[in-house]
């Protein structure tokens, strides 16, 4: 954590835009000059596409809903589509991709062989086909972006699985006795946590973007729930001549939000990455030098 | 190498196997209301039928075995279905927008490269200078812009400031290139932006890596010009991460080029399936998936070989 502070600014400035949005998310009912009544936004007929003013800020929208109190929940919803999707993909990927290395032989040659055939599926067309068998939803689309991006995610993780299998300990706990779930549990999974934790930083702006487009395509969270996606094609779109700030202002949340989390997801990266992080191993020359220093007295004492 | 490419094709078919059941799979997770949907679009349509009848046209009457094989064996015969609705056959179909689609993945593939490559090369060769951090900036910026929102201010505020839209009516490109091009410019354009940023950070990665080389020095010392040096030395010895990359971002693409062709109403195989899917009209969906994951095989096929042309030393397997 504070190497992210000293070593990343970039990495920083990531990870508190990415609180902030958390924030925003949490203190919703707060924050929002009009909140919700009864889980429904505020509508006034008679206010509709109004630009900016006094009384709403940055306008509102067809129905003559405050767009800022829509975009305030659009971050709610953003917020918990882009943890749920990432957690639900990461574990998904733990699963396929530890089982796969661990218990190995056929069963991985198996498993293998359809996760790339379903890697030549592109992504784009698996969710919209999940979208359109399981319908319109929250927890629908959750579903639908976790399933493939957790299956794609597990050929990562399988690799790193297989290296630290064949370490020395884990062959030890089998020799004690330890059945292949004991070592996936209790040495296999700690032991790859760093390549699983880059995964969860980096995967979160792509749920975030991918959300959005899919709203163009007509899939996504119910129309009631709000989301930036859904207000750039519907709101945007179709007003677009009358009210063009519509498309506007939640694009931009979009694009702070995904450059957040890839700005964060690269520090992670470069921070836990064994090659980049020093040591003997990496070409850190300041570090090479401190601990041939540190030989040298050594061996003068 | 002949051998090599031999063995890679013969090994497509159980690739291909294997896409198809996970289509196919796909395809029976549709719930039974569908049956019903699809009868009264087709009532809509002015065809009385009963919901059995298009039990029997989907093959959903017969075990899901037989139905997979008479599939799968039809795909090999060039025969992927019919229509539901409309009286045609899917490979027919999807033949007719093949060509939209293959010329807007393939404009923007050239775009991305005429874009990154040359500015990837230049930011490697000024390294931190104060055009690398700018070029450099903006790559992560458009890394960040979801291309479909861009799209849309891009038909937005030109219309609104100019009085101008792209056109909206598809030409092919061999009976008027120009007009084609005018239709297939900015979806194309727009679609590169995102693996622009992607593919420029990579090449100058990777190049800044090859600079550092013991030749590189060497052929400074002999006094060959900057020019001949990054493109010769320098940029041939840093492609094959590239091209990995290049070949990685194909999915990617056709994914974008589903929304770019329902933007810009271009009549490719992204907007029959959106619109098939709305439909329910399933075996053309199931059609236009196969015919996009065999894109990404040969894709990846190419990819694969183009290793060994491009470095000789690489051994295929």
Redesign the interface.
């Known amino acids: 954590m504070k190497d992210l502070f000293k070593k990343k600014p970039m990495g920083a400035l990531g990870l508190i835009l990415l609180a902030l949005f958390v924030l925003v998310a949490i203190f919703a009912d707060v924050l929002a000059p009009y909140p919700m009544v009864n889980g429904n936004m505020t509508v006034d007929v008679i206010h509709k596409l109004e630009p900016g003013s006094a009384e709403h800020l940055l306008g509102t929208d067809s129905l003559g809903r405050d767009v800022l109190s829509y975009l305030i929940y659009g971050a709610r919803t953003s917020v918990i589509l882009g943890i749920c999707c990432t957690i639900l993909s990461t574990l998904i990927s733990i699963v396929i991709g530890v089982t796969s290395a661990s218990i190995g032989g056929k069963f991985d040659l198996i498993l293998q ?2 996760v ?11 969710l ?3 979208m ?2 399981m319908g319109n939803g929250l927890v629908q689309l959750i579903l639908a972006m976790a399933i493939p991006a957790g299956i794609g995610g597990s050929r990562m993780i399988r690799s790193s699985a297989i290296s630290v299998k064949d370490a020395g300990y884990v062959k030890m706990s089998g020799i004690l006795g330890g059945n292949v779930w004991w070592k996936m549990l209790k040495h296999i999974i700690p032991n790859i946590m760093p390549v699983i934790l880059m995964g969860l930083a980096g995967s979160l ?1 792509g749920v975030i ?1 991918m959300e ?2 899919m709203n ?3 899939y996504g969270v119910d129309p009631g729930t709000p989301s930036w996606g859904y207000m ?2 519907n709101q ?2 179709s007003n ?2 009358v009210a ?1 700030w519509l ?2 202002y ?2 931009i949340l ?3 939000m ?2 957040a989390s ?2 964060f997801g690269d520090a992670v990266r470069d921070l836990m990455d064994p090659r980049l992080k020093g040591g003997i191993g990496s070409y850190n020359s300041k570090k090479i030098a401190k601990i041939a220093a540190r030989m040298g007295k050594k061996q003068t004492v | 190498m002949g051998k090599y490419v031999t063995k890679r094709i013969l090994l497509l078919v ?2 291909l196997l ?2 198809c ?3 196919f799979a ?1 395809m029976r ?3 039974g209301s569908a049956v019903d949907m699809i009868v009264y679009r087709l009532g809509q349509a002015g065809q009385q039928v009963s919901a059995a009848d298009v039990e029997a046209k989907l093959g959903m009457d017969k075990p899901a075995i037989w139905q997979f094989f008479t599939w799968f064996i039809g795909i090999f015969r060039g025969d992927f279905g019919t229509s539901l609705f409309q009286n045609e056959s899917v490979l027919s179909m999807i033949g007719r927008q093949l060509m939209a689609t293959l010329e807007l993945v393939i404009l923007t593939l050239i775009l991305t490269n005429v874009i990154s490559i040359p500015l990837g090369l230049y930011c490697a060769a000024r390294q931190d200078s104060i055009s690398d951090y700018t070029i450099r900036s903006i790559s ?2 458009l ?8 799209a ?2 891009v ?3 030109p ?2 400031w100019w009085q101008y839209a792209p056109p909206a009516t598809y030409v092919s490109f061999f009976t008027d290139p120009i007009q084609n091009l005018k239709m297939f410019f900015v979806p194309s354009l727009l679609g590169a932006l995102s693996q622009t940023g992607h593919q420029l950070r990579t090449v100058r990665t990777v190049t800044l890596e090859t600079l550092r080389q013991d030749y590189i020095r060497t052929a400074w010392s002999k006094g060959i010009g900057e020019g001949r040096i990054m493109l010769r030395y320098a940029f041939r010895n840093a492609m094959i991460p590239v091209i990995t990359v290049i070949g990685g971002s194909i ?2 693409l ?3 080029s ?2 770019l062709e ?2 810009f109403n271009i009549p490719g195989i992204g907007a029959q ?2 619109n098939s ?2 439909n329910r009209d399933y075996p053309v ?1 199931q059609g ?2 196969l015919i ?2 065999i894109i ?2 040969v894709v ?1 096929l190419i990819v694969d070989i183009s290793y060994k042309w491009i470095d000789p030393r690489v051994e295929l397997e």
């Open positions: 062989r359809f790339d055939g379903w890697q030549c599926i592109p992504g784009m067309l698996i919209i086909i999940l359109n068998i702006g973007m959005a487009s163009f395509l007509g750039i094609t945007g779109r677009m001549y063009p498309a506007l939640p694009g979009i694009s702070i995904v450059f890839a700005m | 159980p690739t294997i896409v059941i996970i289509v796909l997770m549709i719930p992560i910026v890394m960040a812009l979801p291309v479909f929102w861009i849309t201010l038909l937005i505020y219309a609104l999915p990617g056709i994914g974008g589903v929304i329902n933007m399936l959106v899917l709305d969906v236009c998936v996009f994951a990404v095989m990846n």
